[in-house]
Structures are given as structure tokens and as C-alpha cells.
């Protein structure tokens, strides 16, 4: 089955504990990204990578890394998380971008609280 | 940066109307791409419909069409024959070269 994989979906943690969390995509997409969504904001693009060790900011990449050092995996860590950036997280892949029949495919979800 | 606007926080259609869902953008970009995106309660995100910025031909996909006003920058979403299924938020989105720009989306319900 194609699909986008996240884990973990639920993580409550403290302020400036590392974490990171993890994307893996089975489709050989050339494209990832990682998008936060907050209420009345939409979805706001953190990063996002064209290809293996190409990726380039988003819109709010402070605060986060990111790396693609194979094409599967696009994991986002947060050095030293803070409240702020508690949040619902999704990690999407698509062939390439906006190409025609080539939908970005989500996955589903990581739900953070830094408390 | 660009900035995508959803001037309609929330909006009701009973099923089988048709409902629009309005967006507006702003770029000084020529070549782009804009989508909708429907998220239903299960948060899944999903696409409807994308349009490629050259094409003056409005994009459709079943009982979704959009229309796309270039020049004024606009991008809305036609639903004919509103389902209960089609209630979601839905995302309008812009994207160049791979760097994407949601709105803050339209809850829409649809009632039976």
C-alpha cells in the first residue's frame, strides 16, 4: 500500500528535550515536505526537499532541521522544542511537485505538545 | 512571500446545492500552481483540484470546477450536488517550485 508513514502520532514532552520525528514514504517520491497546522492559520510549509540532499526552507523553518540523505526518509528534528511550537504536524511526498495526477500524499499526522 | 486569503471562515450549503468557496491570492509570479485541499474530520488531507497557472482553462474534477481569475488573482471552489461527504475544511494553496502557501480555510458543513 503507497502511503507516507509518521511516528510518532501523539508525543508530549518538555521544553529543550531533542526530539525528532520521523517520515518515511514507500512510493519513490522525489519531493517531500513538512507543513504545520495550527487553528485559523492553515498549514504553514517548514521545509521542503526536491530530491536527496536538496532541501530548502518553508515558510517557518525556525526552530526546526531537517535532512534527506535517502530518498524514503525526511525526518524533522527539533533541537531544543518550545511551546511554540506545539502543534499538528504532517510530512507529505509527491513525485514531484503540483505535477498533473501526481497528488502530494500525506501522512497522518503528528500531534506535539511541549509543554 | 506569497499570501493566500480565505476571506470565509465557515459556510453551510444544504445537500444537493451548490455551494463557492472563495480564495485570492497575491504573487508577482507568472508560472505557478494552485490547488484545493479538502481535510474532513479523520485530518486526512486531500486533494480536489489543481490548476496550472499558463492553463486559462478552468480545472474540473467531477462535481468540483473552479474559477480561475488570473488577473485578479482569484481561485475559487464550485461544489455542485453538495454530499454529506463533503463536509471539511478545505485549503486553498499555492505553490512555486515546490515552496507551497496555504489559506487558513473555509469549515464547510453541508446539511442534510
Known amino acids: 500500500e503507497a502511503q507516507v508513514t509518521q511516528n510518532p502520532r501523539y508525543l508530549i514532552t518538555v521544553t529543550g528535550k531533542k526530539l525528532t520525528v520521523t517520515c518515511s514514504q514507500n512510493?519513490?517520491?522525489?519531493?517531500m515536505s513538512w507543513y504545520r497546522q495550527d487553528p485559523g492559520l492553515g498549514l504553514r510549509q517548514i521545509y521542503y526537499?526536491?530530491?536527496?540532499?536538496?532541501?530548502d526552507k518553508g515558510d517557518v523553518p525556525e526552530g526546526y532541521k531537517v535532512s534527506r540523505k535517502e530518498k524514503r526518509n525526511f525526518p524533522l528534528i527539533l533541537e531544543s522544542p518550545s511551546p511554540n511550537q506545539t502543534s499538528l504536524y504532517f510530512c507529505?511526498?509527491?513525485?514531484?511537485?503540483?505535477?498533473?495526477?501526481?497528488?502530494?500524499?500525506f501522512g497522518d499526522g503528528t500531534r506535539l505538545s511541549i509543554l | 512571500a506569497q499570501t493566500v486569503t480565505q476571506s470565509q471562515p465557515e459556510m453551510s450549503v444544504q445537500e444537493a446545492e451548490t455551494v463557492t468557496l472563495s480564495c485570492t491570492y497575491d504573487?508577482?509570479?507568472?508560472?505557478?500552481?494552485l490547488f484545493w485541499y479538502k481535510q474532513p474530520p479523520s485530518r486526512q488531507m486531500i486533494l480536489v483540484i489543481r490548476?496550472?497557472?499558463?492553463?486559462?482553462q478552468n480545472a474540473t474534477e467531477n462535481r468540483f470546477s473552479v474559477n480561475f481569475q488570473k488577473a485578479a488573482k482569484s481561485f475559487s471552489l464550485k461544489i455542485s450536488d453538495s454530499q454529506l461527504g463533503d463536509t471539511a475544511m478545505y485549503f486553498c494553496?499555492?505553490?512555486?517550485?515546490?515552496?507551497?502557501?496555504f489559506g487558513s480555510g473555509t469549515k464547510l458543513n453541508v446539511k442534510p
Open positions: 507529505a511526498s509527491s513525485l514531484t511537485p503540483g505535477g498533473p495526477y501526481q497528488p502530494q500524499h
Open positions: 512510493m519513490n517520491h522525489e519531493y
Open positions: 526537499s526536491m530530491n536527496v540532499e536538496v532541501t
Open positions: 504573487t508577482s509570479e507568472s508560472n505557478y500552481y
Open positions: 490548476q496550472e497557472a499558463y492553463k486559462q
Open positions: 494553496a499555492f505553490m512555486k517550485q515546490g515552496k507551497f502557501y
